[in-house]
């Protein structure tokens, strides 16, 4: 059973940095996109950053580049998402995400976390 598991949300004033992770377990496919995508009040969830295990490229939405940075570390199944310069707009659930292939569709991915709670106040 695939299970992602995600830490490090909390409340943050605007310019402060957070740290999200995301402890993967349970796949067996060698070839996939892990990532994050994160759920506003009232708004569609859309997807906010992803890294391909096959050539280790990362994919930002245009929203976070230059402030947000994803890394993996292989040997934890970990990806994390390092938030600097943190907006009020990135209020949101943020959820870790898993799939066979790179894409901002949430369709695209297969499994889910069980989200994390981020605000940032002004």
């Known amino acids: 059973e695939v299970q992602l598991v995600e830490s490090g949300g909390g409340l943050v004033q605007a310019g402060g940095s957070l740290r999200l992770s995301c402890a993967a377990s349970?796949?067996?496919?060698?070839?996939?996109?892990i990532g994050w995508f994160r759920q506003a009040p009232g708004k569609e969830r859309e997807g906010v950053s992803c890294?391909?295990?096959?050539?280790?490229?990362?994919h930002y939405a245009d929203s976070v580049k230059g402030r947000f940075t994803i890394s993996s570390d292989n040997a934890k199944n970990t990806v994390y998402l390092q938030m600097n310069s943190l907006k009020p707009e990135d209020t949101a659930v943020y959820y870790c995400?898993?799939?066979?292939?790179?894409?901002?569709?949430?369709?695209?991915?297969?499994?889910w976390g069980q989200g994390t709670q981020v605000t940032v106040s002004s």
């Open positions: 890294v391909s295990s096959s050539d280790g490229s990362t």
């Open positions: 349970g796949f067996t496919f060698d070839d996939y996109c």
């Open positions: 995400a898993l799939g066979v292939r790179f894409g901002w569709a949430t369709g695209e991915y297969d499994y």
